[in-house]
């Protein structure tokens, strides 16, 4: 089956007889989710998408012809800058971010932490603006980067103020894989933290990311009045004083607030 692109090429995708579009489409998503992660070839990309390797294979080479992929001299496939462009076109005309940055960037001069504002996506969150501490210490985080919803302040604060149901599901896809030896990999206790979080307003990160980080955050909501996003302070554990979480936690709950409101929101 052929597909025009701009009416100037053709690329052909390899698709079952009675596969409609949308399931091409899900097939090259999955190849392109998992080469976010790494360079992969033909076999780990079929393993790890459950796809054929003429599948995988046809279809990277419809990638490739586009741009948006490359193999090296090994035979494993990356992809290209081409997609740092276009999410750097697209962060650039997204409102948000122009109402985020100002309020993240006050709140990092307020805690002298590292401030991160991530938005919900399925069962991640992504950073999408950051603003460093002004110690010279530096996070290792990026914009655009995946983490984790169960062992990140900003993924529990986003998770503990979505709908039960909504909640659950995503909780059914998660992989609660240990990262620290303070990291939550038991559903029943993560849900306990969750409803803590719902009566407090604020998740807190206590080294289950990665060791020797502390990390505050508070829930942004969209207009249906659930968490879309959050923000987060990110600093070394030694900056924190037990007595000061309560603190620091108000100012990332104003912060928070002030996000929505400026995105058109009223907290609930």
Known sequence: MYYSKMERRSIQWNTDAGTDFMRVVDKIFAIIEELSRGNLGVSELSRLTGLSKSTVHNNLSGLVDLGYVSKDSRGRYQLTYRFVSLSQRFLAQVRDVEVVRPIIKELSEETQATVHFGVLDRDCIVYVEKVDSPRPVRMASYIGKRIPLHCTALGKAALA???????????????????????????????????????????????????????????????????????????????????????????VMKAASRISEGLGVRNP
């Open 161 to 251: 103020f979505l709908p039960p149901d909504e909640a659950s599901k995503i909780l059914d896809k998660c992989d609660m894989q240990e990262r620290t030896s303070n990291t939550i990999t038991e559903r029943e206790e993560l849900v306990r933290q969750l409803e803590e979080i719902r009566k407090v307003g604020y998740a807190v990160d206590n080294e289950e990311n990665e060791e020797g980080i502390r990390c505050i955050a508070a829930p942004v909501f969209g207009y249906e009045g659930v968490s879309i996003a959050a923000v987060s302070i990110s600093d070394l554990l030694f900056h924190y004083k037990d007595n000061d979480i309560a603190k620091k936690a108000e100012q």
